[in-house]
Structures are given as C-alpha cells and as structure tokens.
C-alpha cells in the first residue's frame, strides 16, 4: 500500500514538474520572441516548448558554472560540519559524507564535470573532424589508413575502451579527457567523413582545386562551411555522450578525483544516503539528467530544421 | 541458394574472426605502449634491479613481444588467460562464475526489454503524431539522456525503500531460478529502461519510413486496418532495420551492465573489471575488455547474419 501511495505521488510530481517546465519553456519563448532582433525571434517562433526548454538549462547551467564561487555559500572544499547533516536553513542541502555543503559542492561540480565534459568534446571534435575532412580530401591511401584504424577502434565497445586505457596510462583528470577525446574522436571522424565525401565531388570543389587552392585553404574555406550544420548537431551529441561518460567514470572512482566536486563522484560518495530514505544523492544524477536531457532537446530540435521535416 | 547462404555465413565469420584477432592484438599491444615497466610499477621505486629482473622473468616480461602474444593468445584459445597480476590467482577462476551471472542479467533484461520496445515502437507508429506517440517521444528522448546510476538509484528509492525488492543483487549458486529473477530484478529493469528508448524509437521510425511506400498504401486503398497493415505488410519489411538496431543495443548492455552492476554490488564481470582497473591489474582488466568486445563482436555478426536472412531479395539472389 505505502509503495503504491509513493508510486503515485511521484507520478503526480513528474507531471508537475512537466506542467511547471513547460510553463517556464512558454514564457521564455514569449520573451525572447519579444526581445530578440527580427531574425532570430522568427527561427524562435517555429522552435517547439521542448527546444525552448533545453535552451533555458542550457543558459542556467552556463551562468552557473561560471558565476560558481559568488553563488556558492560556502568554499569548494571546505569541511563546514557534521557529516551527513539533514537539509537546514544553513545548509540548504544538507552536508555530504565529509561534512562539507552539498549545495556549494553542486554548483562547483556545474563547473568542473560540465567544464571537463566540455574541453574533452571540443578535443574529440578537432580530432576526429579534422582528420576526417582530410581523409576525404585527400582521399587514397591515406583514407584507408585513417578508416581501418578508426574501424579497429570502433569494434571495441568504449566504455570497456575507456577502462582498459585507463588501467595503462593510470587514472587521473587530464589521462581521461585525452583518453575519451580519442575514443571519441572515431565517431566524429567517421560522420566527418561521410558529411564531406559529398561535399568533395560537387563542381565547386573541383573548381577551387583546379583555381590551385592549397588543401588547408580548400578544407577551410571551402569544405568545412558546407559541413557544418550536421557537424554541430554532432557536437551536442557527442557532448551528451562523452558528459554522461565521464559522469560514469567518476562513478565508478576512476575519473574526476576528490577533492575536486563533482556530480558523478558526489552520488557514489553519498550514495548510503538513499537507503535511509533521503534523496540528495539523487540531486546531482538528476543535474546530470537534466543537463543531457536539455541539450537532446535542442539536437532534436536543430536536426529536425536540417533536415527540413515538416511532419 | 542454399550454398550462397552459407556462403555469405562463412564469409562473415571469417571476417568476424580477423576483427576479434585485430582486437585482441590491439588489446595486448596497448601494453606494450605503457612507458616504463609493468614490473618496476608493480615493485615500486626501491626495488634492486635484481628483484625487478627476476620478477620480470617470472610474468614471461624477458620475452620478445611476439612471442609473449602467441603464448598469451594460445591460452586465451584454450580458456587460460593467464594470472592476476594483484593477487596472482588464475584469472579463468576469478572470471567463471562471474561470467555466467553477467550474461544472466543481460539476457534477463534483453528478455523483458526486446518484447516492449517493439509493441511500443509498433503502437507509437499506428498512433503516430498524436498524444500517446508525443508522450513516448518525450519519455523515451529523456530515459537516454539519464546517467545509468541516476535509474537505478530512482528505482532503489522508490522500489528497494519500500520492501519490495531488494537493493543488492546478492545471489548464491545454489539459488532457485525464481528467487534469482526476483532478487536481479532491480538491476535488469534499470537496464530495460535504459535501453528500451533507442529500440522503441527506431522500431518507430523504420517502420513510418516505410508506410509512405506505394504497396503500403494500395493496402490502405484497398480498405485493410491500420493495424493489419503494420503487422502484415510494413513490419516483414522492417525487420532488418530493427534486428540492427536490437542488436546495437544487446551491445550497449554489455557496456551498461558495468555500471549497474557496480551500483546494485552484483557479483559479474564488469564489476570485477572495475575493481581490477583501480587496482591497475593489467591481465584481469586485458581478459574481461577481450570477453566484453567478444561479446560485441558476435552480436553485430548476429545481426549482420539475421537481418541479410529477413530480405528475400539478399537470400535468393539471382
């Protein structure tokens, strides 16, 4: 009976947190269509409530990760109590397994995980971009080469990839963005390449290579633009992929390591917690959620113009 | 006819065969990249290089790297993958029983997930476009936006809280089948979640794909039921699709069984290989990526197989 009681009032919750964000999504679309200059309010106009949402955590979260140490009521790491102190007028959140504020640990770990999560996926996608826009380019064997190597690297799954590089080169921060940047730089290298293998043949091209443009210039100037639509929608994948990745490892204890704060650290840290009922652990896992969440929305949304869709 | 089937099945496991040799060359050789020495890391700094040495010579480190491959790789052929490197017992020990409940809770998911996501993805495409579809898009879009442990941890809150199941996926050799469904329940329900959305979203989208085509609508005109339509006409057709996609995400549960096994303490694979990876136990960690990427390996074969085998026009070949 108590079960079904629980399973309902979270029911009832879900759905109004879904009428709550869907109102905030309303109003910001209202206003932003009212502020913004002609251009931009009219692609708004046609963005559905779910984009509009995404945009809005994508905007909280950014603010939040860089205003971090003037919103944050207490330091990074700095012991403020008890150990797992309940949820107070002076700890909003209550304290953590060491006795530092879980809220300032939060808002920190806005910073660190999404900052990490960030720098590996702009790594990944210079990488995998790069290269693959010259394996098409330049094409012959230098293609096969980058394409078996990149096939070889794919037939592994990457998480296990992931521990199995760790394991060698050790776990530490700066070990596992370049071990991800490469694990992922596969997948933007093989969408890179497909994206400008039609790209290469148009009379253009052609065009530009007989005017004697170098390859550089050629790749840049004349290649990349036209590529960039789907790239960018790749990019905010690849981003939720590698975020949740790395929210794994730190899991797991082999990413992000104490002291620094950290969302996929904090829920193994505090974990304990769920079992006698209280659900701050699950706050940074739902952060990580919400954020991968926001940014699937936008992608959707961004995808769904590319390809011209009108349903 | 025949003959090209089993044509196309050799060829593609001969070619399934090179990947695993490929992978496994690979996972050996990542090793050899490691800068420095295993056995000066394993005895640290103080060591006398006599130690070193000898201990070198013990885990076979005094031989070329050819040779250490094929002795490594004719064990690994033949069950042995050598020792732990932590603790020094033999890894086919530590991995046997472990193995087997890895692969119980993949199938237990596979089981109830496989089922749902294609009546879902079915009724999402009958009921395309209206409330019902919406509400799955929406759900289905988050539930692969979720950290594997953000499920899991919501499932303990409200399931394991509660009495109903428990929280910790312990189970013995001697347990019945009941009681061992019962007690993973938790942990093969958090991966159905996780991996139910995807399946359901590409069983969906093959199959509208497929209603815009002429066939499908002479059906229509010649006054059959939407939902005869999808099951008899548009699904044989989808069906290679979405065996690839069933098997892409057999796949994905391979790698997400290791997160939640580690939530839910369940005694599999990829806990161990967790554990062996902060242990920095290179031959533990080398034999479970070189089970894991097996497993990989052979899904994608199945599918690649099975789905050539659902078109016809592959099968009999003129």
């Given at each position: 009976?108590d079960?079904l009681?629980g399973?309902?009032?979270a029911?009832l919750?879900?759905?109004a947190?879904?009428?709550?964000?869907a109102g905030v999504?309303?109003?910001?679309?209202?206003?932003?269509?009212?502020l913004a200059p002609?251009?931009v309010a009219?692609v708004l106009?046609?963005?559905?409530?779910?984009a509009?949402?995404?945009?809005?955590v994508i905007i909280?979260?950014?603010?939040?990760?860089?205003l971090?140490p003037?919103i944050?009521p207490?330091?990074?790491r700095e012991v403020?109590?008890?150990?797992?102190l309940?949820?107070?007028t002076?700890?909003l959140?209550g304290?953590d397994n060491l006795?530092?504020d879980?809220?300032t640990r939060?808002?920190?770990g806005?910073?660190n995980?999404?900052g990490?999560?960030f720098?590996?996926?702009?790594l990944?996608?210079?990488?995998g971009?790069?290269l693959g826009?010259l394996?098409?380019?330049?094409?012959g064997?230098?293609?096969?080469?980058l394409s078996?190597?990149?096939d070889?690297l794919?037939?592994?799954?990457s998480?296990?990839?992931?521990?199995l590089?760790?394991?060698i080169?050790g776990?530490?921060v700066?070990?596992?963005?370049?071990?991800?940047?490469?694990?992922?730089?596969t997948?933007v290298?093989?969408?890179?390449r497909a994206?400008?293998?039609n790209?290469?043949?148009?009379d253009y091209?052609?065009?530009?290579?007989?005017?004697g443009?170098g390859?550089w210039?050629?790749?840049?100037?004349?290649?990349l633009?036209?590529a960039?639509?789907?790239l960018?929608a790749?990019?905010g994948?690849?981003?939720?992929f590698?975020?949740?990745?790395?929210?794994a490892?730190?899991?797991l204890g082999?990413?992000i390591q104490?002291p620094?704060?950290?969302?996929?650290?904090?829920?193994?840290?505090?974990?304990?917690?769920?079992?006698?009922?209280?659900i701050?652990?699950?706050?940074?896992a739902?952060a990580?959620?919400?954020l991968?969440v926001?940014?699937?929305?936008?992608?959707d949304w961004?995808?769904?113009?590319a390809?011209?869709?009108k349903? | 006819?025949?003959n090209?089937i089993?044509?196309?099945?050799?060829q593609r496991?001969g070619l399934?065969?090179?990947?695993l040799?490929?992978?496994?060359?690979?996972?050996?050789g990542?090793v050899?990249l490691?800068?420095?020495?295993i056995?000066?890391?394993m005895?640290?700094?103080s060591?006398?290089p006599e130690t070193?040495?000898?201990?070198?010579?013990e885990l076979?480190?005094d031989?070329?790297?050819?040779e250490?491959?094929?002795?490594?790789?004719g064990g690994?052929?033949?069950?042995?993958?050598g020792?732990s490197?932590?603790?020094?017992?033999?890894?086919t020990?530590l991995?046997?029983g472990?193995?087997?409940?890895?692969l119980?809770l993949?199938l237990?998911?596979?089981a109830i997930?496989v089922p749902?996501?294609?009546v879902?993805?079915i009724?999402?495409?009958l009921y395309?476009?209206s409330?019902?579809?919406?509400?799955?898009?929406?759900?289905?879009l988050?539930s692969?936006?979720?950290p594997e442990?953000?499920v899991?941890y919501?499932?303990?809150?409200?399931?394991?809280q509660?009495g109903?199941?428990?929280?910790?996926?312990k189970?013995?050799?001697d347990a019945?089948?009941?009681?061992?469904?019962?007690?993973?329940?938790?942990p093969a329900?958090?991966l159905?979640l996780?991996?139910t959305?995807?399946?359901?979203?590409m069983?969906?989208?093959?199959?509208?794909?497929l209603?815009?085509s002429?066939?499908i609508?002479m059906?229509?005109?010649?006054?059959m039921?939407?939902?005869?339509?999808i099951?008899?006409?548009?699904?044989p057709?989808a069906l290679?699709?979405?065996i690839?996609v069933?098997?892409?995400?057999?796949a994905?549960?391979i790698t997400g069984v290791?997160?939640?096994e580690v939530?839910?303490?369940?005694?599999?694979?990829?806990?161990?290989?967790?554990d062996s990876?902060?242990?920095r136990?290179?031959?533990?960690?080398?034999?479970a990526?070189?089970i894991?990427?097996c497993?990989?390996?052979?899904l994608n074969?199945?599918?690649?197989?099975l789905?050539?085998?659902?078109n016809?026009?592959?099968?009999?070949?003129r």
């Amino acid at each position: 009976m108590d079960a079904l009681i629980g399973f309902l009032t979270a029911l009832l919750w879900i759905a109004a947190v879904i009428v709550a964000a869907a109102g905030v999504a309303w109003v910001f679309k209202t206003v932003a269509i009212a502020l913004a200059p002609a251009g931009v309010a009219k692609v708004l106009r046609t963005a559905p409530l779910t984009a509009n949402f995404g945009i809005i955590v994508i905007i909280v979260y950014v603010t939040v990760a860089i205003l971090a140490p003037l919103i944050a009521p207490y330091g990074e790491r700095e012991v403020v109590g008890g150990e797992y102190l309940p949820w107070s007028t002076t700890h909003l959140l209550g304290t953590d397994n060491l006795g530092r504020d879980m809220l300032t640990r939060l808002i920190y770990g806005a910073r660190n995980t999404v900052g990490i999560a960030f720098v590996t996926t702009g790594l990944a996608f210079a990488l995998g971009s790069i290269l693959g826009l010259l394996a098409a380019t330049v094409g012959g064997w230098l293609d096969q080469l980058l394409s078996r190597i990149v096939d070889i690297l794919m037939a592994i799954p990457s998480l296990i990839f992931a521990l199995l590089l760790l394991t060698i080169v050790g776990t530490s921060v700066v070990n596992m963005i370049l071990v991800i940047a490469l694990i992922d730089s596969t997948r933007v290298y093989r969408l890179a390449r497909a994206v400008a293998m039609n790209i290469v043949v148009m009379d253009y091209v052609e065009a530009a290579r007989l005017r004697g443009e170098g390859l550089w210039r050629l790749i840049v100037r004349e290649i990349l633009p036209n590529a960039s639509a789907p790239l960018v929608a790749e990019f905010g994948l690849r981003f939720c992929f590698v975020f949740l990745m790395i929210s794994a490892l730190s899991f797991l204890g082999l990413g992000i390591q104490p002291p620094t704060a950290d969302w996929g650290s904090m829920v193994r840290d505090n974990a304990t917690l769920i079992t006698f009922g209280d659900i701050t652990p699950l706050l940074p896992a739902g952060a990580i959620a919400l954020l991968t969440v926001g940014v699937n929305f936008v992608v959707d949304w961004m995808l769904h113009r590319a390809s011209g869709l009108k349903e | 006819m025949v003959n090209s089937i089993w044509l196309m099945i050799a060829q593609r496991l001969g070619l399934g065969l090179v990947t695993l040799f490929v992978i496994s060359l690979l996972i050996f050789g990542a090793v050899e990249l490691l800068p420095g020495d295993i056995a000066q890391e394993m005895l640290g700094q103080s060591a006398t290089p006599e130690t070193v040495a000898a201990f070198r010579r013990e885990l076979g480190l005094d031989l070329p790297a050819h040779e250490r491959y094929l002795n490594w790789l004719g064990g690994v052929v033949q069950g042995d993958f050598g020792n732990s490197l932590a603790n020094g017992r033999p890894i086919t020990d530590l991995i046997a029983g472990r193995l087997g409940n890895t692969l119980f809770l993949a199938l237990y998911a596979a089981a109830i997930a496989v089922p749902l996501a294609l009546v879902l993805g079915i009724l999402a495409a009958l009921y395309r476009n209206s409330w019902f579809d919406r509400a799955i898009n929406v759900f289905t879009l988050s539930s692969i936006s979720f950290p594997e442990f953000f499920v899991a941890y919501i499932l303990i809150f409200y399931l394991a809280q509660s009495g109903l199941f428990p929280s910790i996926a312990k189970i013995t050799p001697d347990a019945t089948l009941g009681e061992k469904l019962y007690r993973t329940f938790l942990p093969a329900l958090t991966l159905t979640l996780v991996v139910t959305a995807h399946m359901m979203r590409m069983t969906r989208a093959a199959i509208i794909n497929l209603l815009a085509s002429p066939y499908i609508e002479m059906a229509r005109l010649k006054g059959m039921s939407p939902g005869r339509i999808i099951v008899k006409h548009a699904l044989p057709n989808a069906l290679a699709p979405i065996i690839n996609v069933v098997a892409l995400n057999l796949a994905y549960l391979i790698t997400g069984v290791v997160v939640v096994e580690v939530v839910f303490v369940y005694p599999g694979l990829g806990q161990l290989m967790v554990d062996s990876v902060s242990k920095r136990d290179i031959t533990v960690v080398q034999a479970a990526s070189l089970i894991f990427a097996c497993a990989y390996v052979l899904l994608n074969l199945t599918a690649d197989v099975l789905s050539t085998l659902s078109n016809p026009r592959l099968v009999h070949k003129r």
